[in-house]
Each structure stands twice: as C-alpha cells, then as structure tokens.
C-alpha cells in the first residue's frame, strides 16, 4: 500500500494554508487586537510588462504578499500534512 504523503499533498496543503492565511489576515485587518495579523510585506512585478503583437496582446506580471497569517497558515499546513 503506498503511503499518502507525498509532494503534492504538500503542495496542496501549503497553497491552501497560504489562500486561508491570506483570507484570516484581510478579515482581521479591522479589527485592533488582531490587525497585526494583516502584516506583511508585497513584492513582485508593480506594473504589468505589456507584449503587443499586433493582433494578441499579452500582460505579464505577478505580485506576492506575505502576512503574518500567512505564515501561520503554511505552519498549519505542514503540522497537518506531518499528521496524515
């Protein structure tokens, strides 16, 4: 029998600890014992790179934010995916 645990059960986990991290952190942005948990730092790409072809046009860009819920959501992500 092989084992649940690999790599994109991992993945998963983590992406989902990210996107509910993320989602706790906005909600809590408001209110003031739990505003800290919106913290963080953004970077990426701040203006799309824009590639006209004539009749395709592309927009490329990308911007990443971490918060402190965040982390706490990849945290949990991991302790879950060390207790499957």
Known sequence: MR????????LLLVLAGVVLGGFIGSLTEGISGLSWLNYGQAF?????????LGILVLT???TIRITIA?????????LVYRWI
């Open 70 to 78: 965040s982390i706490v959501g990849i945290v949990l992500a991991i």
């Open 60 to 62: 490329f860009g990308m």
């Open 44 to 52: 990426g790409i701040e203006t799309p790179i824009i590639l006209d």
């Open 3 to 10: 084992s649940a645990k690999n790599g994109w059960t991992l």
